[in-house]
């Protein structure tokens, strides 16, 4: 079976300030993906980014970093130079792929909270 | 742009009334789902649909079915509404293969059964 954990229930920093919500994973697939979610107040889940199994680089897009490590079963999210506008609950995730894709497993999400 | 779209964003419902949940998508996606979240329990998966006329269970199908008669749409279905099934439901679509294999979501709909 698979399993998604985010230990960070909730985290609330202040505004410029660096954060990081961690994100661990258990699967027997060989091929997967990995996903990052952000659902603000108003709902709606965005698409954060996607990681394939046997891409290990690390991204960078804008403020957003993700670094993806096989040897530790982690995925985890970086946010530089925090703003109140990231506020929401981010959601990592754990899909299939082939037939399945999309077929996801979710974590419990962690509350991010930026104060001005 | 992708579109998921829900037929209702609040829905309010007696115990024991039959209740359908219905999901549309305009990109051709073979791939459907539909998930319920809880607060603090993330989004578990009731089902799943990879075509048209096929279905899987996902980690909660029980009390729940789902329908799938045309690509674009997928319907969950309560059969007998029971107050442990207040929640929001998420519908998803994916397009299988290419770069773009991810999941895309509809606004949601939060129903109460009273």
């Known amino acids: 079976a698979q399993k998604v954990t985010q230990a960070q229930t909730e985290i609330s920093v202040v505004e410029k300030e660096d954060v990081t919500l961690d994100c661990v994973y258990e699967t027997r697939d060989t091929t997967y993906y990995l996903f990052w979610y952000k659902q603000p107040p108003s709902g709606e889940l965005v698409f954060l980014i996607r990681?394939?199994?046997?891409?290990?680089q690390n991204e960078i897009s804008g403020r957003y970093s993700w670094n993806f490590q096989k040897s530790t079963s982690s995925f985890n999210f970086t946010i530089t130079a925090s703003q109140v506008v990231d506020s929401a609950v981010y959601f990592c995730a754990l899909s299939e792929v082939g037939t399945n894709a999309g077929k996801s497993t979710f974590g419990d999400g962690t509350t991010l909270t930026v104060k001005p | 742009d992708v579109k998921v779209t829900q037929s209702s964003r609040y829905l309010v419902k007696r115990t024991g009334e039959k209740v359908f949940l219905e999901c549309v998508q305009d990109m051709d996606h073979e791939n459907m789902f539909w998930y319920r979240q809880d607060p603090g329990l993330g989004l578990r998966l009731i089902y799943f649909?990879?075509?048209?006329?096929?279905?899987e269970k996902g980690d909660i199908p029980e009390g729940y079915s789902v329908s799938r008669e045309k690509k674009e749409r997928f319907s969950l279905i309560l059969e007998s509404a029971s107050t442990n099934q207040t929640s929001m439901y998420l519908c998803?679509?994916?397009?299988?293969?290419?770069?773009?294999?991810?999941?895309?979501f509809g606004p949601g709909t939060r129903l109460l059964v009273l």
């Open positions: 649909s990879y075509d048209v006329k096929m279905k």
């Open positions: 998803a679509s994916l397009k299988r293969g290419g770069a773009k294999e991810t999941q895309y």
């Open positions: 990681r394939n199994s046997f891409d290990e």
